[in-house]
């Protein structure tokens, strides 16, 4: 089985920034789609990113150009970089990979924006 594990988050104030990883291990190939999702107390999951194995990346508009999507192959770790964040940024954020074997979820990583 393929072990996702995210690290990062924390709490932060409005208009801070921080930077999650997720690092993928036990696959013997790399992923064709790596995606981050969040969510809020009593709110569904949402998409927030994803790139794919060409390097193509995908925004929800929410992010407002503030977030930045990458990954390292060589590594089989996906970043997301988040700046000028806000209250509404607040959840619970986990990463997603697609194998050749499979769709894995990591254990999700707690992002708090406040004052």
């Known amino acids: 089985q393929v072990r996702l594990v995210e690290s990062g988050g924390g709490l932060v104030q409005p208009g801070g920034s921080l930077r999650l990883s997720c690092a993928a291990s036990g696959s013997t190939n790399s992923p064709s789609l790596m995606s981050w999702y969040r969510q809020a107390p009593e709110k569904q999951r949402e998409l927030v990113a994803s790139i794919t194995a060409a390097g193509d990346r995908n925004y929800a508009f929410s992010t407002k150009g503030r977030f930045t999507i990458s990954r390292d192959d060589a590594k089989n770790t996906m970043y997301l970089q988040m700046n000028s964040l806000e209250p509404e940024d607040t959840a619970v954020y986990y990463c997603?990979?697609?194998?050749?074997?499979?769709?894995?979820w990591g254990q999700g990583t707690q992002v708090t924006v406040s004052l």
């Open positions: 997603r990979a697609i194998f050749l074997r499979g769709a894995y």
